[in-house]
Structures are given as structure tokens and as C-alpha cells.
């Protein structure tokens, strides 16, 4: 990505990877159920192949509901983790927002 979105440092806003080269995400869509493992086994694959070439980060919309529970934290990061908890903890205590890649209070 580089440029404008980079003069911003690491840890001065929750979106990580500002530095990368570049930023990539596949993506399918199927009409036929029966489609559903064919599809969804080539995205999981060239992801794979792709994930070779990375700097390790991902934009938190890009995590799919069947990633695991703690995909949201390891995309924060720990320092990131526990900046964006004590927020949520402070402003959002009875977790009204939780409808999102969600950090319990």
C-alpha cells in the first residue's frame, strides 16, 4: 500500500500493515450448494500460496466467521490487544457493539 497511508505509525491506530507492498484478498461466489467445497477449497488454496508473499498482517474485515475465536486478537496484536480492551472496557462496558469481529470488555 505504501504513501499516505503509511506516514502513519504501527501503533497509533488499530489498522496494521500500512507499510506493506500490498494488499490482497480472494474472494468466490457460488449459485449451486453443491459448488460450495469446489469454491470455497480454490480460495483457500491460493490463499495459501499467497501467504508466502505476506507480511503476516490482515485487515480485521477480511477475517471470516469460521476463522478461530482468536484470529480477532492476533490480527491486533498483544499491545494493540490490550489498548483496544481497556477502551472497550471504558466506553462500551455492557458490550452494545458486538455485532463485529468483536473484543469482549
Keep these: 500500500m505504501k504513501g499516505a497511508i503509511a506516514w502513519v505509525g504501527e501503533d497509533e491506530t488499530a489498522f496494521s500493515g500500512r507499510a506493506s507492498p500490498f494488499f ?13 467445497e469446489r469454491h470455497t477449497r480454490w480460495v483457500q488454496d491460493a490463499w495459501q500460496a499467497a501467504h508466502s508473499f ?8 477480511f477475517i471470516d466467521a469460521d ?19 481497556a477502551l472497550k472496557r471504558t466506553y462500551d462496558p455492557t458490550n452494545f457493539f458486538r455485532l463485529n469481529k468483536n473484543i469482549q470488555p
Excluded: H, I
Excluded at 490482497?24 to 460450495?36: E, G, K, L, T
Excluded at 494493540?80 to 480492551?85: A, S
Design 54 to 61: 505476506s507480511s503476516g498482517g490482515t485487515p480485521l474485515n
Design 24 to 36: 490482497s484478498m480472494f474472494q468466490s461466489s457460488w449459485r449451486d450448494p453443491a459448488d460450495a
Design 67 to 85: 476463522e478461530p475465536a482468536g484470529r480477532v486478537r492476533e490480527t491486533y496484536g498483544e499491545a494493540k490487544w490490550k489498548r483496544l480492551t
